[in-house]
């Protein structure tokens, strides 16, 4: 696996590939890794004929610049792992790199109320920044195909909705949520749960399966009551628990009259913000 660092280099070599006729496959991450990347990264490597992951900890994408200082950064085991895994190349760019500079790389396409629900509302111009980095690294590496991770639903929701608007020729893939053991969405994040509060965490994916097994018995409203009630206690903290459309992430509120339907929360656990969902109903 090679690891760069300079964009110019990493332009010069995607042209090449290019020109040879080589299929590209590309997963971006803030880094932090752990086997949910690996999970993005598998169907890259069987798919394509060059692999690219990149790390960039995005800092438009951050509401809070504490949150930003606190993102756990460890270049060379996060290299370690994707050498193993059979990664081609590794791309690690400085801010420089990316926002050569100060330049302004923002992406001028309105997603209406797509961006503003959900993790839109509650961190406002986070989305802004994820397109802005999504879109950056599309243009640099011009990946044939790029791999998502279902845990961030409304996050690739709305690059596929910007791939479609700006007509991108890249095919988006996403793959299904990793999760521990006890349920858990495998997260960057979560390694700052203890393990008490790594165990007690389960409670977002029991309440999610609870719901599934037993949509039909309440209506929406009810379900959503009982959700925020039962994540709520002296060691949980719902932000929001919400059932979107899974097209067009509009709020549910008659679940008769959606063939796709996603539920999704944000939870606090020992200061740790945790997202989660689950798809509640999909008719084919």
């Known amino acids: 696996m090679e690891i760069i660092k300079d964009t110019q280099l990493l332009i010069d070599r ?36 060059i692999s ?71 961190r406002p111009g986070h989305f802004e920044g994820v397109l802005q980095v999504v879109k950056r690294l599309l243009d640099i590496v011009e990946p044939n195909h790029l791999y998502m991770g279902q845990k961030d639903f409304q996050q690739f929701s709305l690059i596929q909705a910007m791939i479609s608007k700006l007509n991108l020729e890249v095919k988006l893939r996403v793959c299904p949520i990793k999760r521990a053991a006890n349920g858990l969405a495998l997260s960057s994040r979560n390694r700052r749960l203890s393990k008490e509060g790594t165990l007690l965490a389960s409670i977002i994916h029991m309440t999610l399966t609870h719901i599934k097994n037993h949509f039909q018995e309440k209506s929406v409203e009810e379900w959503k ?60």
Do not use: C
């Open 14 to 49: 995607i042209q090449v590939y290019k020109s040879e006729g080589r299929s590209i496959g590309f997963t971006p991450t803030m880094g932090a890794l752990h086997s949910g990347h690996i999970s993005l990264v598998e169907p890259s490597l069987a798919e394509n004929d």
């Open 52 to 122: 690219i992951v990149s790390i960039f900890v995005n800092p438009t994408q951050f509401n809070e610049k504490s949150d930003l200082a606190k993102y756990p950064r460890d270049l060379e085991t996060d290299a370690k792992l994707l050498e193993k895994a059979g990664v081609d190349i590794l791309y690690a760019p400085t801010i420089d790199g990316i926002y050569p500079d100060g330049s302004d790389y923002k992406v001028q396409l309105d997603l209406g109320e797509m961006v503003r629900v959900l993790e839109g509302e509650h």
């Open 225 to 284: 009551a009982w959700a925020m009630e039962n994540l709520s206690n002296e060691w949980s903290d719902p932000e929001y628990f919400e059932f979107s459309d899974g097209f067009t992430l509009a709020n549910v509120i008659d679940k008769e009259n959606h063939n796709y339907i996603v539920a999704s929360t944000a939870v606090w656990i020992e200061k740790v913000r945790l997202i989660d969902n689950m798809i509640i109903k999909k008719v084919d």
